[in-house]
């Protein structure tokens, strides 16, 4: 008997293991304009754009899931067949994923509301204020590692600028790209201090087959080449 639930068993995994590997790609993401954000139903921005093209140009099947970014982060490490975008390629985040890159590079700042007179000069100075990011950002662990130690978190970026324009926070970390997002909607902020350039990815969960993920640098790479990604970072920024 125990011989043969076995192999029912092993019969079982072998008819579902197929299946499995067909199912479409997850990719998660966060509303954070201009890299991902929805219009008339769709995920576009300099980041959803790409992924579109992206999938169809690699031939592979996916569904796009927005959600807080602590969350879309989580789940692409945790669950099998997750990738998620947009997301800064760190020292501490490399090992963790399997990467598609670059979508973009942008610039990670530190900055005041408008009129501010806060300008530290070096991360000692930095280090005197309250600033503000958000939960999963890779500002964080940029800020800890220059000896700040007083970092206050929320959901969104947005959420934290609110702080700031309520007093709550001293400053705030949010990319290059989000802050003239920012002032274009009308909410002026001044950069004070540059924490960092970096590559913007795909950050694919470790299950996901190198093949796989072979087939998005490869349509990725031909973006690059032939200028559809610079076509769609001019039109968002």
Known sequence: MKRFLAALTVAALTAIAPAAADEP??????????????????????GGD???????????????EMMPWARALSLAERRPRTCVFTAAHTEDRHPRF???EPLFV?????????????????????AQYRIGTQTGDYTIEMLSDIGVTDIDTAKTHELSVIKLLKGRVDL???????MATLGKQGVVLEPVYTLSEVDIAIACNKTVPDET??????????MR???FQDAVIAKYR
């Open 25 to 46: 790609l997850h990719m998660t993401t966060e509303d954070y304009a201009p890299y991902t954000f929805m219009e008339d139903g769709e995920v576009v921005g300099i």
């Open 172 to 178: 705030v970390s949010l990319t290059e790209d989000a």
């Open 50 to 64: 790409q992924i579109r093209e992206l999938m169809a140009r690699a031939g592979l099947d996916y569904r796009v």
């Open 98 to 100: 399997k990467w598609v």
């Open 225 to 227: 080449e032939d200028g």
């Open 106 to 126: 942008d610039r990670a700042l530190v900055a005041g509301d408008e009129g501010t007179t806060l300008a530290p000069k070096t991360a000692a100075e930095l």
């Open 213 to 222: 993920v072979a087939k998005m640098q490869d349509a990725l790479d031909s």
